[in-house]
T-cell receptor
Framework: KNEVEQSPQNLTAQEGEFITINCSYSVGISALHWLQQHPGGGIVSLFMLSSGKKKHGRLIATINIQEKHSSLHITASHPRDSAVYICAVRRGNEKLTFGTGTRLTIIP | DTAVSQTPKYLVTQMGNDKSIKCEQNLGHDTMYWYKQDSKKFLKIMFSYNNKELIINETVPNRFSPKSPDKAHLNLHINSLELGDSAVYFC???????????FGEGSRLTVL
């Protein structure tokens, strides 16, 4: 079993829908990252959080340290949000462990 | 200016060859990384350097040798390439203070 599990693996939604992607992990962490990988292949860091909630534009990330769970929400989704979203957890040292990603497709 | 740049973006080579991928960051970050993304798009850490010192070396064959000539560069040299080395290799950097990650565009290696 992977230390970092994401769900769903694939998600297709209509433009405008509210999107939630979940990440659960089984180890103690110092921080959690949400990354976005577009079809072109480049990876962009969306959020790094260790507690509470962060918001950037239409994106919101939350984390519950006690439950070892994080969610990434997208409000008013748009076709340009179509990408693979990857959760990664950082333990005490520099090591990152990645989830397997959630492929999101937003249909116009 | 690209913050984290990798070269080459694409590399096609024969089994048994030796090749290098270069990475440079102009962000003044202390820490640099190499990650491998396999055909199933799963990312895995290979190496991490902090101020030119190796701090993470995951279970990577010793055919892979990272070299950090200075804080801004982390190159990856691969000897005796094998078919299974075909992947996309991502370089990244982060400032020690925040740990936020900045990725290069990736280098797609194809071993024939």
């Amino acid at each position: 079993k992977n230390e970092v599990e994401q769900s769903p693996q694939n998600l297709t939604a209509q433009e405008g829908e509210f999107i939630t992607i979940n990440c659960s992990y089984s180890v103690g962490i110092s921080a959690l990252h949400w990354l976005q990988q577009h079809p072109g292949g480049g990876i962009v860091s969306l959020f790094m959080l260790s507690s509470g909630k962060k918001k950037h534009g239409r994106l919101i990330a939350t984390i519950n340290i006690q439950e070892k769970h994080s969610s990434l929400h997208i409000t008013a989704s748009h076709p340009r949000d179509s990408a693979v979203y990857i959760c990664a957890v950082r333990r005490g040292n520099e090591k990152l462990t990645f989830g397997t990603g959630t492929r999101l497709t937003i249909i116009p | 200016d690209t913050a984290v740049s990798q070269t080459p973006k694409y590399l096609v080579t024969q089994m048994g060859n030796d090749k290098s991928i270069k990475c440079e960051q102009n962000l003044g970050h202390d820490t640099m990384y190499w990650y491998k993304q396999d055909s199933k798009k799963f990312l895995k850490i290979m190496f991490s350097y902090n101020n030119k010192e190796l701090i993470i070396n995951e279970t990577v064959p010793n055919r892979f040798s990272p070299k950090s000539p200075d804080k801004a560069h982390l190159n990856l040299h691969i000897n005796s390439l094998e078919l299974g080395d075909s992947a996309v290799y991502f370089c990244a950097s982060s400032p020690q203070r925040t740990g936020e990650l900045f990725f290069g565009e990736g280098s797609r290696l194809t071993v024939l």
